[in-house]
């Protein structure tokens, strides 16, 4: 069975970058669709980015100029990376694999798979 | 981006009730819909995936419906261990967007 676990700093400076790992256990990193999403305390939640086991990136436009996302097949490994952090990206943060249905010449996506989330404080 | 609203914001229900909690998206989705629930500390759970299609492992209790702009999530018969945050979601276009959430409280 698959699992992921979130890890890395959980506290930044603001204007500092926030860099963190999703490692993926149980099964292989290959043929999916990797996502960040976050959780501010008390909040609902954002959709940051995701990843392709190849490479091929797509993020959120509100954050699209702050986010890279990266993969790294050979440790199972995908990472976030948030520059130029404020206290308004505080949150949990949560990696989480894209299922994919088919029906009828249809694509279907939804989230299936996801970490147990890490939380990330940004404060001096 | 696609907006998502959910109602209501929060309910109580009783152990054995009916629920039922609706997502309504700015533009028209399809069936590019899906619905996870969120326990206290806990990751979200995917509950129902294009619309009405139930997750392997989810209790049949749990009823998605809906197309285009109006969505439904039907709990039958509530039990102890629904009580938690539901969110819609669509995955039609970039940036995926959620719902507010719905809290479903014990009364």
């Known amino acids: 069975q698959v699992q992921l676990q979130e890890s890395g700093p959980g506290l930044v400076k603001p204007s500092e970058t926030l860099s963190l790992t999703c490692t993926v256990s149980?099964?292989?990193?290959?043929?999916?669709?990797w996502s960040w999403i976050r959780q501010p305390p008390g909040k609902g939640l954002e959709w940051i980015g995701y990843?392709?086991?190849?490479?091929?990136?797509n993020y959120n436009p509100s954050l699209k100029s702050r986010v890279t996302i990266s993969v790294d097949t050979s440790k199972n490994q995908v990472s976030l990376k948030l520059s130029s952090v404020s206290a308004a990206d505080t949150a949990v943060y949560y990696c989480?694999?894209?299922?994919?249905?088919?029906?009828?010449?249809?694509?279907?996506?939804?989230?299936?798979?996801w970490g147990k989330g890490t939380m990330v404080t940004v404060s001096s | 981006d696609i907006q998502m609203t959910q109602s209501p914001s929060s309910l109580s229900a009783s152990v054995g009730d009916r629920v039922t909690i609706t997502c309504r998206a700015s533009?028209?989705?399809?069936?590019?819909l899906n619905w996870y629930h969120q326990k206290p500390g806990k990751a979200p759970k995917v509950l129902i995936y294009?619309?009405?299609s139930l997750q392997s492992g989810v209790p049949s209790r749990f009823s998605g419906s809906g197309s285009g702009t109006d969505f439904t999530l039907t709990i039958s018969s509530l039990q102890p261990e629904d009580f938690a945050t539901y969110y819609c979601?669509?995955?039609?276009?970039?940036?995926?967007?959620f719902g507010g959430g719905t809290k479903v409280e014990i009364k």
């Open positions: 989480a694999r894209r299922g994919t249905h088919y029906d009828s010449g249809t694509v279907y996506y939804y989230m299936d798979v």
């Open positions: 149980g099964g292989s990193i290959s043929s999916y669709y």
């Open positions: 990843i392709y086991y190849s490479g091929s990136t």
């Open positions: 533009q028209s989705i399809s069936r590019y």
């Open positions: 294009a619309a009405s």
């Open positions: 979601q669509q995955s039609y276009s970039i940036p995926f967007t």
